[in-house]
Protein backbone atom coordinates (compact mmCIF):
# COMPACT_ATOMS: atom_id res chain seq x y z
CA UNK A 1 0.00 0.00 0.00
CA UNK A 2 2.76 2.28 0.96
CA UNK A 3 4.32 2.07 -2.43
CA UNK A 4 0.46 3.00 -3.86
CA UNK A 5 0.74 6.04 -2.08
CA UNK A 6 4.04 7.10 -3.25
CA UNK A 7 2.85 6.38 -6.85
CA UNK A 8 -0.14 8.81 -6.17
CA UNK A 9 1.88 11.03 -4.83
CA UNK A 10 4.17 11.98 -7.82
CA UNK A 11 1.21 11.73 -10.28
CA UNK A 12 -0.69 14.12 -8.45
CA UNK A 13 2.47 15.88 -8.54
CA UNK A 14 3.26 16.25 -12.55
CA UNK A 15 5.73 19.12 -11.47
CA UNK A 16 8.21 16.58 -9.39
CA UNK A 17 7.71 13.87 -12.94
CA UNK A 18 10.59 13.49 -14.94
CA UNK A 19 9.21 12.46 -18.49
CA UNK A 20 11.93 11.48 -19.61
CA UNK A 21 12.74 7.40 -19.72
CA UNK A 22 16.49 6.40 -20.78
CA UNK A 23 17.09 4.61 -23.59
CA UNK A 24 18.05 1.52 -22.39
CA UNK A 25 14.92 1.38 -19.83
CA UNK A 26 12.77 2.48 -22.39
CA UNK A 27 13.71 -0.52 -24.97
CA UNK A 28 14.21 -2.97 -21.38
CA UNK A 29 10.32 -2.15 -21.26
CA UNK A 30 9.32 -2.33 -24.75
CA UNK A 31 11.17 -6.03 -24.82
CA UNK A 32 8.96 -6.67 -22.07
CA UNK A 33 5.66 -5.36 -23.66
CA UNK A 34 6.72 -7.97 -26.48
CA UNK A 35 7.21 -10.53 -24.02
CA UNK A 36 3.41 -10.17 -22.71
CA UNK A 37 2.19 -10.26 -26.57
CA UNK A 38 4.36 -13.59 -26.88
CA UNK A 39 2.61 -14.76 -23.38
CA UNK A 40 -0.79 -13.94 -24.53
CA UNK A 41 -0.95 -15.60 -27.79
CA UNK A 42 1.48 -18.67 -27.07
CA UNK A 43 -0.88 -18.97 -23.41
CA UNK A 44 3.09 -19.07 -21.67
CA UNK A 45 2.13 -18.78 -18.23
CA UNK A 46 5.86 -19.33 -17.34
CA UNK A 47 6.94 -15.98 -19.27
CA UNK A 48 3.74 -14.31 -17.93
CA UNK A 49 5.12 -15.46 -14.00
CA UNK A 50 8.59 -13.93 -14.85
CA UNK A 51 6.69 -9.96 -16.61
CA UNK A 52 4.67 -9.97 -13.16
CA UNK A 53 5.60 -8.31 -9.53
CA UNK A 54 4.22 -10.87 -7.05
CA UNK A 55 2.26 -8.28 -5.70
CA UNK A 56 0.35 -8.21 -8.81
CA UNK A 57 -3.05 -5.84 -9.28
CA UNK A 58 -4.72 -6.27 -12.42
CA UNK A 59 -8.18 -4.01 -12.95
CA UNK A 60 -9.81 -5.30 -15.64
CA UNK A 61 -12.33 -3.48 -17.63
CA UNK A 62 -15.56 -4.52 -15.71
CA UNK A 63 -13.65 -2.89 -12.79
CA UNK A 64 -12.77 -6.31 -11.00
CA UNK A 65 -9.36 -6.72 -9.75
CA UNK A 66 -7.33 -9.91 -9.85
CA UNK A 67 -3.81 -10.95 -8.02
CA UNK A 68 -0.82 -12.28 -9.83
CA UNK A 69 -2.33 -16.22 -9.77
CA UNK A 70 -5.70 -15.13 -11.31
CA UNK A 71 -3.42 -13.34 -13.86
CA UNK A 72 -1.66 -16.11 -15.02
CA UNK A 73 -4.90 -18.47 -14.96
CA UNK A 74 -6.13 -16.04 -17.51
CA UNK A 75 -3.25 -16.34 -19.57
CA UNK A 76 -4.31 -19.71 -20.64
CA UNK A 77 -7.29 -18.25 -22.64
CA UNK A 78 -6.38 -18.69 -25.83
CA UNK A 79 -5.70 -15.14 -28.23
CA UNK A 80 -5.99 -14.67 -31.71
CA UNK A 81 -4.86 -10.79 -31.82
CA UNK A 82 -2.65 -9.22 -29.44
CA UNK A 83 -1.31 -6.04 -30.64
CA UNK A 84 -0.46 -2.90 -28.79
CA UNK A 85 0.51 0.31 -30.48
CA UNK A 86 0.72 4.50 -29.53
CA UNK A 87 2.81 3.56 -26.36
CA UNK A 88 3.54 6.92 -24.09
CA UNK A 89 6.36 6.11 -21.38
CA UNK A 90 6.41 8.10 -18.60
CA UNK A 91 9.84 8.14 -15.93
CA UNK A 92 7.76 8.28 -12.61
CA UNK A 93 10.99 7.50 -10.25
CA UNK A 94 14.28 5.18 -10.95
CA UNK A 95 12.40 2.06 -10.53
CA UNK A 96 9.00 2.78 -11.88
CA UNK A 97 8.08 3.78 -15.42
CA UNK A 98 4.60 4.22 -16.38
CA UNK A 99 3.04 3.30 -20.01
CA UNK A 100 0.08 3.75 -21.83
CA UNK A 101 -1.00 2.38 -25.05
CA UNK A 102 -3.93 0.81 -26.75
CA UNK A 103 -4.01 -2.69 -27.46
CA UNK A 104 -6.50 -4.65 -29.72
CA UNK A 105 -6.87 -8.46 -28.94
CA UNK A 106 -9.28 -11.02 -29.75
CA UNK A 107 -9.96 -14.02 -27.57
CA UNK A 108 -10.65 -17.30 -29.33
CA UNK A 109 -14.92 -17.13 -30.11
CA UNK A 110 -15.14 -13.65 -29.47
CA UNK A 111 -15.24 -10.34 -30.75
CA UNK A 112 -12.18 -8.05 -31.71
CA UNK A 113 -11.95 -4.85 -29.38
CA UNK A 114 -9.83 -2.06 -28.48
CA UNK A 115 -8.16 -1.33 -24.89
CA UNK A 116 -6.37 1.70 -23.36
CA UNK A 117 -3.76 0.17 -21.16
CA UNK A 118 -2.27 1.94 -18.04
CA UNK A 119 0.69 -0.39 -16.76
CA UNK A 120 2.95 0.77 -13.99
CA UNK A 121 6.52 -1.27 -14.37
CA UNK A 122 9.05 -1.32 -11.14
CA UNK A 123 12.40 -3.02 -11.19
CA UNK A 124 12.52 -5.84 -9.18
CA UNK A 125 14.96 -8.82 -9.02
CA UNK A 126 17.26 -6.97 -11.94
CA UNK A 127 14.20 -7.12 -14.44
CA UNK A 128 11.09 -4.54 -15.35
CA UNK A 129 7.75 -6.53 -14.00
CA UNK A 130 4.45 -5.15 -14.29
CA UNK A 131 3.01 -3.82 -10.77
CA UNK A 132 -0.23 -2.85 -11.73
CA UNK A 133 -2.44 -2.71 -14.69
CA UNK A 134 -6.20 -1.22 -15.63
CA UNK A 135 -7.34 -2.18 -18.76
CA UNK A 136 -9.95 0.04 -20.06
CA UNK A 137 -12.85 -0.82 -23.26
CA UNK A 138 -12.31 1.84 -26.06
CA UNK A 139 -15.85 1.97 -27.25
CA UNK A 140 -15.91 2.34 -31.19
CA UNK A 141 -18.07 4.92 -33.07
CA UNK A 142 -21.09 4.04 -34.61
CA UNK A 143 -20.92 5.03 -38.31
CA UNK A 144 -23.94 6.72 -39.54
Do not use: C
Amino acid sequence: MRFLAVLLFFVGNTSLLSQEVSAKEHDAILKQIKNLRTAHLNSDVDLADKLYHPQLILTSQSGKKYKKDVALENIKNTFEIYESSEIEFINISDNVVLTNYINERKYKDFDKGKYRLTVVWTKHEDAWKIISMQSSKIKERKKN
